[in-house]
């Protein structure tokens, strides 16, 4: 048995090159099966570099024949498959795919790989990848036993065995915690390092104290646009690459973003740190199995403090482990989430020796965390500036790269204007681009905005000079600049071509009208760009956003009635009523690309349109010019029944999504009281029930803000105020869940709305208010007008939150004189007298 050629290894590669590249145009539902792939080409690279140092033995080329041969199992036929879908073929950087998009769309349709299929494949290649790393680490150290021992005990022809499979299971799961990929971030941002930039900092004797030594903490602090974030990849970079396989370090990267805050509570971030750090271990702890197998039969998630306990114990596990953050100023920190998570960070670190590196704006409370650690300040070097500017000099026209003392005067310039702000590099440079002459040239680099509002000044330039682009260009530019700063969450990019190209008003989706990438970022002139592996489409900075935060009424004040137009138009279109067609593909995760914004449009269209009206002085005149589309929406029985089976599809619930089948459902759950007025004098019944027995009353109260709604439905006395919806809650038991203080007064001060109701748990308006800091005066109108006596749902709750240290609540309750002797007999009044005595 003959070792495989060095040539095989390399045309394996190639093979692996190849089904990679063939994903590059895929639908997200096929990423995962990309990034495996991508993971065994990389692997299959480190086993090639040492063939041709070392001379294996007979029992190890027979290992690497079994391994090898594996792999072609898995990548041929994939590949095969794919060459059978006309269009799908391997992206190449020299082509123009986005004039092909309609081709690769209408060929990734016909991939018929169910998700069992897509998992098997991904344990397939897992399992090899699993097996080279092995092999790889354990060639090293010449101890080649332990993976003949453990292939031996693996059947190659079907890799998905069941440690492998449980393996796939936890890590999947691991993954549905975290919702943000940070490792394809990490790609993402060391491409766009200039090469050789950042050295400075992995040279320092501060790194290298940070890098040798263990329970360190490492601070780099910068003011905005100083180049932190492409630090912080650097960092992680020069981690993997510094660090051998065998060494068992564990390596985790955060990237913090202010438009993710919903992604990045405490429990996200650790989670993802958790995530990352198992993946790099062979075999799943036995802590994280315990875990899993207890939440998934509660199907529960799990809380903070399990997460920390199965994070030290994997961290244990390691020699050494680097926790890598950046951006921490933009963590979220309402709920005290920054420093919730600093605080478990820390924690960690004390009861692990572990080793952390954290970037941030110059914030007090932060820094003031960070008060012992090592400090470094982030700033654009001259060296760095200078050779970012090299490397970006042939974009400038032929007559700056003919004339080597211009280059060095544009050099010269920039690394004084910048003032250690790289981003500005990167702005200012854009403004030089395209240049007629040496004069015109010289003239822009004397007016390049400098000093604290050199910010402000280059995005207002950069603005001007969007608005002086020709008729459609500059369109193009509002509209997507209008997107990509309004958006609830990021959009990906192919989302945003397919926003741009909705037509009001027409009833089907025409792709001809799809703009081109390239186009959208070449007016948008500098300020956005697209993260290549996760495809979203964003701003350059987050200085970019800030800017446009404070300035968007001016630029563009119409962004939410764009947006909304846009989104009710899409959901409404013909093309989205083919019910069955919907609800198969979703339910099979299967792509149905003239559905690409559905899931957007469909969540959020509502917010965008009650943001359409709050954002001007006269929200009648704004309701005027949204009302056509969203009552052809909302009265539209085809459209809200697709709608409703897409929800239904999509929700991870036990069957309790909101099934709209009525618009005047739709327009109460997003607050849109004028379409509530309108379609109630158009006829709609204001008293409906939808499949869950929700009323509109119940959807308004429950979404907390839509004060105007609830004042609106409460003035008929048709509206059932007490209507029970199938989970036994009542809009006043759905208000003090999840509603407002100004909602659950509302609701107070109706004397129809029953303050004693009961839900299916038990669990009476005031046991829920007791959870509820801001309802003391509530609690006291509840007693008032009904007498209340608690129930022994109650006592279990009550004893709950005396566990819980409520104390406070339950004193508060004990020593009210308006509970009589019978009161005082329950559990309530016992915990009471527990805290006084």
């Known amino acids: 048995m003959s070792v495989p050629a060095f040539g095989d290894f390399v045309k394996l590669i190639e093979l692996a090159n190849e089904v990679y590249r063939r994903f590059m145009d895929a639908p997200e539902q096929f990423q995962a099966l990309s990034d495996e792939v991508k993971g065994l080409e990389a692997v299959l690279g480190n086993v090639k570099s040492i063939l041709s140092k070392r001379e294996l033995t007979s029992k190890q080329t027979e290992v690497l024949v079994s391994i090898f041969v594996g792999c072609q199992n898995v990548l041929t036929p994939m590949n095969t498959k794919l060459e059978k879908y006309q269009g799908i073929e391997p992206h190449k950087k020299d082509s123009d795919i986005q004039n092909m998009r309609v081709k690769f769309r209408t060929a990734w349709k016909k991939v018929n790989w169910d998700a069992k299929e897509v998992q098997e494949l991904r344990g397939r290649l897992t399992s090899n990848i699993s097996l080279l790393n092995v092999f790889y680490a354990d060639l090293n150290s010449q101890a080649i036993s332990k993976i003949h021992v453990h292939q031996e005990n693996q059947n190659l022809q079907t890799e998905t065995a069941k440690a492998q499979a449980k393996r796939r299971e936890i890590l999947d799961w691991l993954t549905l915690l975290t919702p943000v990929n940070y490792t394809t971030q990490q790609d993402d941002f060391i491409r766009r390092r200039q090469e050789h930039t950042g050295e400075w900092l992995l040279g320092s004797s501060e790194f290298q104290t940070w890098f040798r030594n263990k329970n360190q903490t490492l601070f780099c602090p910068g003011i905005p646009g100083a180049g932190k974030t492409i630090m912080t990849s650097i960092v992680v970079d020069n981690l993997h690459s510094s660090l051998k396989k065998g060494d068992n370090i564990g390596i985790s990267c955060i990237y913090c973003n202010f438009r993710r805050h919903h992604e990045q509570k405490p429990e996200d971030l650790l989670s993802s740190i958790l995530r990352q750090l198992v993946e790099g271990q062979p075999v799943i702890p036995d802590e994280i199995e315990i875990l899993y197998s207890h939440l998934k039969d509660i199907r529960a998630r799990p809380s903070l403090k399990q997460i920390l306990t199965v994070l030290q114990a994997v961290i244990l596990t390691f020699s050494k482990t680097f926790i890598i953050v950046d951006a921490l100023d933009e963590c979220q920190i309402s709920d005290g989430g920054r420093q919730k998570f600093l605080t478990a960070l820390f924690n960690l670190q004390v009861q692990t020796e572990s080793n952390i590196f954290a970037t941030s704006r110059y914030i007090p409370e932060i820094t003031a965390r960070f008060a012992s650690a090592i400090r470094v300040e982030i700033r654009a070097t001259d060296e760095d500036v200078r050779r970012y500017v090299d490397g970006r000099l042939p974009e400038l026209p032929p007559f700056v790269s003919r004339n080597p003392n211009l280059q060095e005067h544009v050099k010269s ?18 403004s030089l681009v395209g240049k007629k002459s040496a004069k015109a040239l010289k003239t822009t680099l004397k007016t390049l905005p400098r000093g604290s509002d050199a910010y402000d000044r280059s995005y207002d330039d950069i603005m001007g000079r969007i608005k002086g682009q020709v008729g459609d260009y500059q369109q193009l530019a509002m509209e997507s600049l209008s997107w990509i700063t309004k958006t609830k969450r ?10 741009l190209a909705i037509e009001i008003g027409e009833p089907r989706f025409d792709e001809e009208n799809i703009p081109e990438l390239e186009d959208i970022i070449s007016v948008c002139a500098g300020l956005v760009t697209v993260d290549e592996k996760s495809r979203i489409i964003r701003l350059v900075h987050y200085t970019t956003q800030d800017y446009f935060e404070r300035t968007w009424k001016t630029w563009f004040p119409d962004a939410h009635t ?19 067609s919907i609800f198969w593909h979703f339910s099979h995760s299967r792509p149905l690309f003239d559905l690409e914004l559905y899931p957007y449009a469909l969540k959020y269209w509502g917010k965008h349109a009650r943001l359409a009206l709050e954002s001007k002085l006269d929200p009648a005149s704004t309701w005027e010019e949204v009302k056509e589309p969203i009552l052809n929406f909302l009265q539209k029985e085809k459209s809200l029944k697709a709608a409703s089976r897409f929800a239904a599809v999509q929700s991870e619930s036990t069957g309790r999504h909101a099934r709209f089948r009525i618009g005047i459902l739709f327009a109460a759950y997003f607050g849109l009281e004028h379409a509530v007025t309108t379609l109630f004098e158009l006829g709609q019944d204001i008293t409906v029930v939808d499949d869950t027995g929700r009323t509109p009353l119940y959807y308004a109260a429950r979404n907390g803000h839509h004060i105007a709604v609830v004042k609106l439905l409460l003035t008929d006395e048709r509206v059932q105020v007490n209507a029970f919806d199938s989970a036994g809650q009542t809009p006043l038991g759905i208000g003090l869940r999840r509603g407002t203080e100004e909602v659950v007064k509302l609701l107070l001060a109706d004397e129809r709305v029953d303050v004693n109701a009961v839900d299916s748990e038990g669990r009476s308006p005031l046991t829920l208010a007791t959870s509820v800091p801001w309802l003391e005066q509530e609690k006291e109108v509840v007693m008032e007008r009904w007498g209340y006596y608690p129930n022994e749902q109650d006592d279990r709750e009550v004893e709950l939150k005396r566990r819980e240290g409520r104390e406070a609540v339950i004193k508060l309750l004990s020593e009210d004189d308006r509970v009589i002797d019978k009161q005082r007999s329950s559990q309530l009044v016992q915990g009471g007298n527990d805290v006084k005595d």
Not at 413 to 430: I, K, Q, R, Y
Not at 562 to 580: F, K, Q
Request: no cysteine; hydrophobic share 55%; aromatic share 8%.
């Open 562 to 580: 764009l947006i909304t137009n846009a989104l009710v138009t899409y959901i409404s279109m013909d093309a989205r009523h083919g019910l069955e």
């Open 413 to 430: 310039v920039l690394v004084e204007a910048v003032e250690g702000m790289f981003l500005l590099v990167d702005l200012h440079f854009s």
């Open 490 to 499: 990021p959009l990906t990019a192919t989302e945003l071509q397919f926003a």
